[in-house]
C-alpha cells in the first residue's frame, strides 16, 4: 500500500485546491460543515458534487440536483470494466474510483505483479481520498485564504490536467482514443462535458480493434 | 437534502462497482484509452478557445519535457503545474 500512496503525490497536489475551493462553495452557500464534509466522504466525485452544492444553491429540488449529479457521473461505468483485467473490482476499490485513480491504475496496474495490485490501488485512492477531504474540510472552515497567494490555487490544480498529459501519453497515436478525445473536447467546448466524457467511453467501447501501440 | 447527498453517493457508488464486480470478463475494446485522452483534453483546454490555451500549451509541454528530463511523473507533474503558475504571474 505504501507504494501507492508514495505514487498518489501528483493527485493529492491538484485535488487539494479543488477541494478547498468545493469547501468554500459549500460554506458560501449556508450548507453546515458537517453536510459539505459528509459530500465528500460519502460521494468523492469533484465534479458532481459542485453540481449538487450548486443547484442546491440555487433551490433546484434535492431529487433532481441528485439525479442531474449522477448523471455527470455515468463515465465511472466505464473504468471498473476496463481495470478488470488486472484487478478484480470489490466495494472497497470502486468507492475510491475517481478519474484520476482510474487514470493512473490503468497505467501502473499491469506492470506490477498481481498480489501487489490491490493494495497499490488502495494506497493510490487513500492518498487522493485523505487530500480530497482535508482540503474540504480546510475550505468549509473557512481557509480559503490559503490559495489567495498569487496564482498558488490555481497553478496546484493545473496538476490535474499536467497528470492527465502524462497518463495519455501512450494512447495519443491510438485510433479510438484519438476519436474519442476529440469527440469529447467537441462537447466540452459546446458546454456539454459529461455527456462528451460518456460518449468517449462508449466509443472506445464499440471499438473492437485492438491496438499495438509502444508504450512511450 | 441529506436524501440528495445519499441518493448522489450510493448512485455514484453503484456506478462504479455494479459494472466492474463479478469474474466474467466484459469486452472493453478501447474505452479505457479513450477515457484518458478524453479526460486529458477536457481538463486541459476550458472553454472558450482562449489565449489561456497557449499557457495551459506551455506548460503541458513543460510538464512532457520534465518527463523527458527526469522520468519521473510526480516530478514532472510538479515542474508543469509550476510552470503554468509562473507563467500566469508573467502575464500570460
Given at each position: 500500500m505504501g507504494e501507492g500512496l508514495?505514487?498518489?503525490?501528483?493527485?493529492?497536489?491538484?485535488?487539494?485546491?479543488?477541494?478547498?475551493?468545493?469547501?468554500?462553495?459549500?460554506?458560501?452557500?449556508?450548507?453546515?460543515?458537517?453536510?459539505?464534509?459528509?459530500?465528500?466522504?460519502?460521494?468523492?466525485?469533484?465534479?458532481?458534487?459542485?453540481?449538487?452544492?450548486?443547484?442546491?444553491?440555487?433551490?433546484?429540488?434535492?431529487?433532481?440536483?441528485?439525479?442531474?449529479?449522477?448523471?455527470?457521473?455515468?463515465?465511472?461505468?466505464?473504468?471498473?470494466?476496463?481495470?478488470?483485467?488486472?484487478?478484480?473490482?470489490?466495494?472497497?476499490?470502486?468507492?475510491?474510483?475517481?478519474?484520476?485513480?482510474?487514470a493512473l491504475a490503468l497505467r501502473t496496474l499491469p506492470g506490477l505483479s498481481p498480489e501487489k495490485r490491490r493494495g497499490y490501488f488502495l494506497g493510490l485512492a487513500l492518498g487522493a481520498y485523505l487530500s480530497w477531504n482535508l482540503g474540504t474540510a480546510l475550505g468549509a472552515l473557512g481557509a480559503k485564504g490559503l490559495l489567495a497567494w498569487p496564482r498558488l490555487g490555481e497553478a496546484l490544480a493545473f496538476a490535474l490536467p499536467a497528470l492527465f498529459l502524462l497518463l495519455a501519453l501512450p494512447h495519443l497515436r491510438n485510433p479510438a482514443a484519438l476519436l474519442a478525445g476529440g469527440m469529447a473536447l467537441g462537447f466540452h467546448l459546446l458546454g456539454q462535458t459529461a455527456w462528451g466524457l460518456f460518449l468517449a467511453g462508449v466509443v472506445g467501447l464499440l471499438w473492437k480493434e485492438p491496438w499495438k501501440g509502444r508504450k512511450a | 437534502m441529506t436524501l440528495a447527498l445519499l441518493l448522489l453517493a450510493l448512485g455514484t457508488f453503484l456506478l462504479r462497482f455494479l459494472p466492474w464486480r463479478g469474474e466474467k470478463s466484459l469486452k472493453t475494446g478501447q474505452a479505457g484509452p479513450a477515457l484518458v485522452v478524453a479526460l486529458f483534453l477536457v481538463s486541459a483546454f476550458s472553454p472558450p478557445p482562449s489565449s489561456e490555451w497557449v499557457r495551459a500549451a506551455l506548460a503541458l509541454l513543460g510538464t512532457y519535457l520534465g518527463l523527458r528530463l527526469t522520468g519521473n511523473l510526480g516530478v514532472a507533474v510538479f515542474l508543469g503545474a509550476g510552470l503554468y503558475g509562473l507563467l500566469g504571474a508573467l502575464g500570460f
Open positions: 508514495r505514487a498518489a503525490w501528483p493527485i493529492a497536489l491538484g485535488y487539494f485546491p479543488v477541494a478547498v475551493a468545493f469547501g468554500a462553495l459549500g460554506a458560501q452557500a449556508g450548507l453546515g460543515y458537517l453536510w459539505i464534509q459528509l459530500t465528500s466522504l460519502l460521494v468523492f466525485a469533484g465534479a458532481s458534487q459542485f453540481a449538487l452544492v450548486g443547484l442546491l444553491a440555487q433551490g433546484v429540488p434535492p431529487l433532481l440536483a441528485a439525479s442531474l449529479g449522477l448523471l455527470l457521473n455515468l463515465r465511472h461505468a466505464f473504468y471498473g470494466p476496463a481495470l478488470r483485467p488486472y484487478l478484480k473490482g470489490g466495494p472497497l476499490e470502486a468507492f475510491f474510483l475517481t478519474d484520476e485513480v482510474f | -
